[in-house]
């Protein structure tokens, strides 16, 4: 019993000695000037829609409020978060200090998945993942398919926000998600009716695809023509592929 309580008693200091230690060092970071800026930008896919000059820009507010020689503390690095959190681009942000006292910000990219094609280029938009606008980047462009309405016209804003708009982002999702689609699908249309097409990088064939649905499906059909067609009969023998109806795959 003696030695239980001992022990409990060796925990129980080690326990506030540990807690004392993180206090004084917390203390310590907090009542240091910050002296460095550190921008990490996660970047799993080459792109390049936002700087690390510019996640400084963004914590500055242009060079308006520096954070060199000051010392920012929860409530400040919350904000410096928010702040970064409001760009287009930036899906995730966390603002935090080192035991040194420097700021260090990650920061996690938001990319695009299509571009949105309007008559006028410079109206022309990205959409991401969750179907939300984000702007055209001066830093990079981003090699996805783009969507319009066939003839050029555009699609109507917040489209695949709503209920009938989420299944068409369900189709581009897939896309994406996919490597050999997402570098095979080139243009994307999707008519009034509300049936899809889209042209390819490789092959003349247009592929009539018709409703966002049984997608996965549609595909696979697709697959199967391009590995049996193309093969023996050239890539430039069809001009028309439907994949629309079920168990049926028609060719012109």
């Not at 000059?53 to 928010?82: F, S």
């Not at 606008?133 to 981003?142: D, E, G, I, K, V």
């Not at 699609?155 to 926000?161: A, C, D, Q």
């Not at 990088?201 to 049984?214: H, S």
């Amino acid at each position: 019993m003696d030695r239980t309580i001992r022990n409990l008693l060796v925990a129980f200091v080690c326990l506030l000695v540990l807690g004392s230690l993180g206090v004084f060092a917390a203390v310590r970071q907090a009542s240091r000037p910050v002296g460095e800026v550190t921008v990490n930008i996660a970047n799993d896919i080459d792109n390049y829609f936002i700087s690390e000059r510019g996640v400084t820009a963004l914590l500055t507010k242009g060079g308006k409020e520096p954070v060199l020689g000051t010392r920012p503390e929860g409530p400040r690095l919350r904000e410096l978060e928010a702040r970064l959190k409001a760009h287009p681009f930036v899906r995730e942000a966390q603002v935090y200090r080192d035991l040194a006292g420097n700021l260090h910000a990650d920061v996690r990219q938001n990319r695009p998945i299509a571009r949105l094609v309007h008559p006028d280029t410079r109206l022309d938009n990205y959409v991401d993942a969750e179907g939300r606008s984000l702007p055209l980047s001066p830093l990079y462009t981003a090699r996805v398919a783009t969507v319009s309405r066939p003839g050029g016209g555009s699609l109507p804003n917040g489209f695949f926000r709503d209920s009938l708009g989420r299944r068409y982002l369900d189709f581009l999702r897939y896309v994406d998600e996919h490597p050999f689609w997402r570098a095979q699908v080139s243009e994307v249309f999707i008519e009034p009716s509300g049936r899809l097409s889209f042209t390819q990088q490789v092959g003349d064939q247009r592929v009539e695809f018709g409703q966002p649905e049984n997608i996965s499906e549609k595909f696979a059909k697709l697959m199967v023509f391009y590995r049996q067609i193309p093969s023996v009969l050239g890539w430039d023998t069809y001009h028309r592929v439907n994949v629309e109806y079920q168990n049926q795959i028609i060719c012109e």
